[in-house]
């Protein structure tokens, strides 16, 4: 059975970003000090709670996935991230691909960064009526957000900035972001490797073509 | 911290972030036909607010010019009539979403059904055709929801236009506005015998309702926009006359909830309600009476907690919410309402 597709233009400006994204990759020269790495790389499991309410469900839905974001430092301040992400419940299924510019601060070892993304948000409800075996809405997701990467022992450093505790922040973000909350957790840590962990939140909003 | 412990902490938070995703508002679902489309709009309905959230894949194909709909008392199904069609169509209901999906082949019915009657346990179905003077009983298969006709359509009197089961499903009452008359007919467990030959109740009949408590028959007369009192003998079903009062212009709808009778007038485009007497059944009509509607009243609906009244408007291609005041039964039009583009035709309700 037929799936509503989203429209041709949208799908080539989102091509079209992440092949400029690649474009200056390869063309870029890593002239700074080597003070911060090239490529950095996270991911790992993310937890999305979805606004299904908005959507004819009775209640929000709490997803699974998993998410997988890399920049490309081209200073070592400023990157460009591409990010990804997939969620998955019993009757929907969420897709991410977003990229923007990246700001980070360094000091001795550790990291604070923040991003600005934007992209497509693929949303599938696994509904079957007599015309459709799915109900798909394809958008655009804009996300922000930031993290604190701990230089020393992450165990010190498991709050966030203020010193709220991690899934506080996120629901701050939700407040502002009407759609989502994520947190992730990472099973690949960045480099250096001594940092073994890391908290993640960002709000995101998705909004239909 | 060892890794342990850190490995704790994280899913520590992460259970602290699911939870703050836990709970729920209580909603129920609306289904909608709409005649023009061929389709059911569908709406999640909050029960605090009536606030109307179209519910994804709405609005879901049925039959041809689908008019009366009922939703099985278990929640899992939903029955339309289909009048172009001569049919009725099952639709299983998702239990998350609300969405609709048929399950074919559709029953067949007599010429153009136009109401739909199920008694309280859903285990029949009655369907009333118009044009082919018939009722049409089923039988529903309560793990599929499917129906099985119990035997062949009983005859009525020349183009019937409504008809109300008693809460007990003892009897049926139908009404035939070109004779003025209501008929009545005894039920066996869906299983239809006439009982009487046609009582004279109006000029035009246009509306019948039961009260819960089976004491009394409300019957509107659109003709001279009244509407009639009847007390039901609970054990034959006769019906003896015992007072009539005005409504608004062209009365096409009654309900019945708790101690109160809403009559909606598609003439005057407004509500009229009255407190009931329980022992003798007088009609009063309450203060301020008759009530804003928000369009010509075609249906009445209530919903499940008795805090709203739902009414559809085929000029309005609408369905409106009204407050209701439990002690006084004054209605108050909220700001609340489902809209359909073209005019809609029956709805239900889910819990």
Known sequence: ?209 | MTRSNRFSLVLTVLGLALCLGCGSSATHIAYITVPSLNSIAAFRVSDSSAHFTSIVGSPFLAGTSPSAIMAHPSGKFAYVADQTSNDIALFKIDSTVGSLQEVLPRTPTGLTPVALSMDSGGTFLLALNQVGNTISAYSIDAGTGALKPLGVPVATFASPTAFSLTPSAKFLYVLNPNLGSVTIYTVASGVLTQASAPITVGSVPSAITVDPSEKFVYIADAGASTVSVFSLNSSTGALTFLNTIATGTQPFSLLVSGMFLYVGNTGSTNISVFSVDSTTGVLTQTTNSPFSSGGAPSFLVLDPKGKFLYVGSQSGKTVSALTIDSSTGALTLTAQSATTNFAPGGMALTK
């Not at chain 1, 949208?10 to 079209?16: D, L, Y």
């Not at chain 1, 979805?50 to 070592?76: C, H, K, S, V, Y």
């Not at chain 1, 993304?117 to 655009?140: D, M, P, Y």
Request: no cysteine; aromatic share 12%; net charge positive.
């Open chain 1, 1 to 209: 059975m037929a799936i509503e597709r989203a429209s041709i233009h949208f799908k080539k400006i989102a091509v079209s970003a992440f092949f400029l994204f690649f474009m200056i990759v390869a063309m870029a020269s890593f002239s700074a000090a080597q003070i911060a790495p090239r490529w950095e790389a996270f991911g790992g499991y993310s937890y999305r709670l979805f606004d299904a309410p908005t959507i004819g469900f009775a209640n929000r839905a709490n997803l699974n996935g998993w998410n997988a974001e890399g920049a490309f430092n081209i200073t070592t301040e400023w990157s460009i991230a591409a990010d990804v992400s997939g969620h998955y419940g019993s009757q929907l299924t969420l897709y991410n691909f977003m990229i923007g510019p990246q700001y980070s601060w360094r000091k001795d070892k550790s990291k604070f960064f923040g991003h600005v993304l934007f992209g497509k948000a693929q949303n599938t409800v696994n509904i079957t009526t007599a015309t459709r075996g799915g109900v798909e809405s394809v958008g655009r997701s804009v996300a922000a957000g930031g993290r604190v990467r701990p230089g020393l022992d992450p165990a010190i450093h498991l709050a966030n900035p203020s010193g709220l505790p991690q899934h506080t922040h996120v629901r701050e973000l939700a407040k502002r972001y009407t759609r989502f909350d994520r947190v992730g957790v990472p099973l690949q840590t960045h480099r250096p490797p001594s940092e073994a962990l890391t908290y993640r939140g960002h709000g995101v909003l998705h909004q239909n073509l």
